[in-house]
């Protein structure tokens, strides 16, 4: 597959009203953009360089509910912090790879590093100008197993829940908006609503640690 790099500056919005938001970003005049359905298995490369917070490789499946197509990839992302305000700018290279290829890597990656984190979530996104904003559901592994049932992909396949309702005991739904700076994200999270201190520059794996904490 061909090789495709995104550097965008991202921020987190915890415990979102997923209702009100997307009525709010309609109001600016955003517009629905997609469902999916993503597993992504994240494998720590820390290798501790200087300003990168973080650094790893990622095997993400995607079913695209809205046009109905999977999609396997490997990603190597990286998390740096910008100097001057502490935003994160996250860089990433991602190129589509096959199910064999995708099955091989996770046995590879699985004999050699450590995982962060493997989870299933649903994502519903909505576009707006320069801005993706994507509110994320993460669902336990052990989410109610009779409802829960895995696909060939290992991809946890949910029915009959609502997305805009929360899982009892699991991480509340979570906004992420990607912007071209830290500024204009912060202008349009006002214009929805939010404060400066409700926008996070957390990796997906401190958030996971953030909740963990406390539960």
């Known amino acids: 597959?061909?090789?495709?790099?995104?550097?965008?500056?991202?921020?987190?919005?915890?415990?979102?009203?997923?209702?009100e938001t997307a009525k709010k970003i309609e109001k600016l005049g955003g517009k629905y953009y997609h469902s999916l359905q993503i597993r992504t298995i994240d494998f720590d490369l820390n290798q501790n360089y200087y300003g990168i917070l973080s650094k790893f490789i990622r095997l993400r499946y995607i079913w695209n509910d809205t046009d109905q197509y999977h999609q396997y990839l490997l990603v190597t992302k990286y998390h740096i912090e910008c100097e001057e305000d502490g935003s994160k700018k996250s860089t990433e290279k991602e190129v589509e790879i096959s199910r064999e290829q995708f099955e091989l890597f996770e046995e590879m990656f699985r004999k050699?590093?450590?995982?962060?984190?493997?989870?299933?979530?649903?994502?519903?996104?909505?576009?707006?100008d320069d801005f993706l904003f994507e509110m994320d559901k993460i669902i336990p592994n052990d989410y109610e197993p009779e409802v829960l049932n895995r696909d060939c992909n290992g991809m946890a396949k949910v029915e009959s829940v609502p997305f805009s309702e929360n899982i009892s005991g699991a991480i509340p739904i979570f906004m992420e908006i990607e912007?071209?700076?830290?500024?204009?994200?912060?202008?349009?999270?006002?214009?929805?609503?939010?404060?400066?201190?409700?926008?996070k520059s957390w990796t997906t794996p401190k958030l996971l640690e953030y909740y963990s904490k406390e539960v």
């Open 112 to 128: 050699s590093f450590k995982i962060l984190h493997d989870t299933t979530k649903k994502r519903c996104s909505y576009i707006l």
């Open 1 to 19: 597959g061909e090789m495709v790099m995104h550097n965008e500056i991202e921020v987190k919005i915890l415990e979102i009203d997923v209702e």
């Open 179 to 199: 912007g071209p700076s830290s500024e204009a994200i912060l202008e349009i999270a006002k214009k929805l609503g939010f404060e400066e201190e409700d926008l």
